[in-house]
């Protein structure tokens, strides 16, 4: 059985920390406390007549009606923030690209680093496994505005704004900030 809005609504109250709470009680289920559980990658799921759903996509469904087809990619990266204002629905590419940085990554902006034998920044992107050098710079706001023009370049539209090299840019004013659809 497909689990609808309005079954979704009937199950759960929401609450705006994201958190959905069961309005029912029966079996191992209590009217009134938290639905669904933690699991190792961080994300909250819940049981259904026995299938296992991810609480942000229920989340979704609660508020927009519909299940999603594609992704569900939290925007600041936390995947147990399931807040309906940090949920967007979105392609496999956009949310791989809303991930963050790598542990060595030093510069604080993904796919900028420092080339030490050079002595200058340098610009890099992955697209489809492949690897791509976007060029040398002296100066670090240089290679990070390389990166992002090539992000927009390839029409990476609506993953912008969760883009460090975007965020980088908006914050020391390199670029004008501008509005992109949710």
């Not at 209590?30 to 909250?44: F, P, Q, S």
């Not at 992107?125 to 370049?153: H, P, S, W």
């Not at 390199?174 to 992109?180: V, Y």
Request: with cysteine; aromatic share 10%; hydrophobic share 30%.
């Amino acid at each position: 059985m497909k689990i609808t809005q309005k079954t979704a609504k009937k199950l759960f109250n929401y609450r705006d920390d994201g958190v959905l709470v069961w309005k029912l009680g029966r079996g191992p289920v209590k009217k009134g406390r938290v639905a669904g559980c933690l699991n190792h990658d961080g994300y909250y799921m819940i049981g259904i007549n026995g299938k296992i759903y991810k609480r942000s996509r229920l989340v979704w469904l609660w508020h927009n009606g519909y299940m999603p087809e594609n992704q569900i990619d939290h925007i600041n990266r936390n995947p147990s923030s399931d807040r309906i204002e940090n949920l967007r629905e979105v392609s496999s590419q956009c949310n791989q690209r809303n991930c963050g940085n790598h542990k060595d990554n030093t510069s604080g902006v993904k796919g900028v680093c420092f080339d030490r034998n050079r002595k200058k920044w340098m610009a890099h992107i992955r697209i489809m496994k492949k690897y791509y050098n976007l060029g040398r710079y002296a100066d670090f706001d240089e290679a990070v505005l390389a990166r992002l023009a090539t992000e927009q370049c390839l029409g990476w539209e609506g993953c912008d704004s969760s883009s460090p090299a975007y965020q980088y840019a908006k914050k020391y004013n390199l670029i004008k900030a501008r509005e992109f659809p949710k």
